[in-house]
Nanobody
Framework: VQLQASGGGLVQAGGSLRLSCAASGRSFDDYAVGWFRQAPGKEREFVASISWTGGSTLYADSVRGRFTISRDNAKNTVYLQMNSLKPEDTAVYYC???????????????????WGQGTLVTVSS
């Protein structure tokens, strides 16, 4: 499966952005999908993930209550709605997927096999 992330940009603190992860290739609804981010000078970290049905989701503590992950399998797209953005949310955001039918990505779990190219989110104070 090929993944392409989009929707990043510059936003003021307190604002919102919606990221999209468009998939092509094999049946998208066979794949769980996760969002990860990497800030300058920091390690990549888990943000959120969603099961292939959309029935299960996971969130990092730092974004829970502010970010919402969802998917539309008819459009082969996973979304990350980001509200109440903070300067510390500034990072390159990546979507990623494990092998088909594998569990959804989680903090400290196996590194997903498929990655999109990343989209930059900059939150100004």
């Amino acid at each position: 499966v090929q993944l392409q992330a989009s929707g990043g940009g510059l936003v003021q603190a307190g604002g919102s952005l919606r990221l999209s992860c468009a998939a092509s290739g094999r049946s998208f609804d066979d794949y769980a999908v996760g969002w990860f981010r990497q800030a300058p000078g920091k390690e990549r970290e888990f943000v959120a993930s969603i099961s292939w049905t959309g029935g299960s989701t996971l969130y990092a503590d730092s974004v829970r209550g502010r970010f919402t992950i969802s998917r539309d399998n008819a459009k082969n797209t996973v979304y990350l709605q980001m509200n109440s953005l903070k300067p510390e949310d500034t990072a390159v955001y990546y979507c990623a997927a494990p092998q088909a039918d594998d569990p959804l990505p989680r903090p400290g779990g196996p590194t997903p096999d498929y990655w999109g190219q990343g989209t930059l989110v900059t939150v100004s104070s």
